[in-house]
């Protein structure tokens, strides 16, 4: 229901928009500014779900292998103690607990094109255990939360901009994003339990605990490298943890005797079918942004907030950086896109710079998180999936805002 009202408000606003800057600033142009962008964007919803189809069919081709050679049931026996707990609606050795498990690691590792997939499967399976098939259950409300607060230690692609925009030292924001996203992801579990009257026992006290240990304990490895190290060490890293999930499934599936080539182009129909699922959800969501933003309403909302704050005897500094918070919710590719801008207009090294990287880094996209996983199993009915996701999302912009006056202000 959240989902569909601020749906509709993306519309309101940019017609509202567009009609007060023509009756008073005679801007004319706006309208046509406002229905090109809504045919760009569904464009651009289709060449996303065709990008995704390939990486879709390769990565549900070997989670299909995994199945079936049982290492996904393995993992789901190794991260029970805590999911059983954070999702007690799916049992203990069921397919969804493995799913789960392997998208939470890739998104940990900044793996994004690995992610969606494992992500898709695990609503797949959790789907199967869905009584009301257009409803959101709480397991994939939480699921959702999870991959919207977007908990990263290596957040390689950010890095990378970093580089490219001529940082002196691009790897500067690794600390301030893994203590954000790690901070985002934390309320977020937590704010979710208390919704879902999950109790927070030893067990799961422990694991929270663990999540934030390994996130100071990968902040403080690479805090000890040279700054030319870290990005290098971190992509290996990643990419080697990648090919040995591959490896080991594979091997798992020849020492079991599978027809492993057969069972893969299996999973990778299912792949194919997914993508061609989520493309409507997909111009729905991306359009609706899509017109918001050329209406300028975006712009505005940032000036008022400028101004607030300088009334008010602030430093307006972080101010510079609200359009990529703004938009990170939204669109990856649009907060990417007003990062960038930011690099550009004020520097790499800029406090506002290093800020909007922070801030892009903190969270993932969650409209695009809604759109995808739940338009790929059917569910219309988001119940406070939206809600819970935003509120992480807040979180993870306050934290980066926060620890980056700490480090850089």
Known sequence: MILNWIWVAFFAIAFLMALGRTIFAGDFGIWTEIMNSSFTQAAFAFEISLGLTGVLSLWMGIMKIGERAGVIERMSRLVAPFFSRLFPGIPRNHPAMGAIFMNVSANMLGLDNA?????????????????????????????????????????????????????????????????????????????LCIRQRIRLDAVLCTWMAGIAAVAGGVAWFFSRLEADKVQLYSTFIANLILFTVIILFIGAGVRRRIKVYDVFIEGA???????????????????????????????????????????????????GALPTM????????????????????????????????????????????????????????????????????????????????LFFG
């Open 115 to 191: 992610a969606t997939p494992m992500g898709l499967r695990a609503m797949q399976e959790m789907q199967s255990l869905n009584k009301e098939k257009d409803t959101a259950t709480d397991s994939m409300i939480m699921f959702l939360v999870l991959n919207s607060s977007g908990l990263c230690l290596i957040p390689v692609s950010i890095m990378m901009y970093r580089a490219q925009g001529g940082a002196s030292n691009p790897t500067d924001i690794f600390i301030p994003i893994l203590v954000a996203t790690a901070v985002a992801t934390l309320v977020g579990l937590l704010a």
């Open 269 to 319: 129909k299912e792949g194919f079918k997914t993508a061609v699922t989520i493309i409507p959800y997909l111009v729905a969501i991306l359009v609706a942004i899509g017109m918001f933003r050329a209406s300028g309403a975006l712009d505005i909302f940032t000036g008022w907030v400028e101004s607030a704050v300088a009334w008010c005897g602030g430093d307006t500094r972080w101010v």
């Open 326 to 405: 703004l938009m990170k919710p939204l669109s990856g590719s649009g907060s990417c896109a007003m990062m960038l801008d930011v690099m550009q207009a004020n520097g790499a090294d800029a406090f506002v710079s290093r800020l909007a990287a922070a801030v892009r880094g903190s969270t993932d996209t969650t409209f695009y998180i809604l759109a995808v996983y739940f338009g790929s199993v059917g569910v219309s009915k988001t119940r406070y999936a939206a809600g819970y996701a935003l509120l992480a999302d807040l979180t993870g912009a306050v934290a980066a805002v926060l620890v980056s006056y």
